[in-house]
């Protein structure tokens, strides 16, 4: 069985916290710590331990934006992903990544919800 180093996941785990947003839980995915969305999911951190798998719709923004750290494989090509080096991306920068990531996934009712808070 698998065990990732969980050194930069934790930095994952605490911004999902502190944004708490509404129907949404640490699961697993493939054998790895994930974040869903009613049961939807959100991102998951990959095998390595270093880098996280996030549902984005724009990924071609991101990886335009910064290369270092937003990539993609052939694996993910036709999917709605992008990976995320997580040693290159501040805390900051990964929040408002998580943010207009969850707001893609999210149910409207999820998004009002979250707005209200």
């Not at 994952?12 to 995915?29: C, G, H, K």
């Amino acid at each position: 069985m698998y065990i990732p180093d969980l050194t930069h996941w934790k930095v994952v785990r605490q911004v999902m916290q502190d944004l708490n947003f509404p129907a949404t839980e640490e699961s697993t995915s493939y054998g790895t710590p994930a974040f869903k969305v009613k049961k939807k999911l959100l991102l998951r951190l990959k095998e390595d331990g270093e880098t996280i798998m996030i549902h984005s719709d724009d990924r071609d923004v991101w990886l335009e934006n910064d290369p270092d750290v937003f990539f993609f494989t052939e694996h993910y090509r036709n999917y709605p992903a992008v990976l995320v080096r997580l040693k290159k991306i501040g805390k900051k920068k990964l929040r408002v990544l998580i943010m207009e990531c969850w707001k893609e996934i999210a149910p409207s009712k999820l998004l009002e919800q979250w707005k209200l808070k």
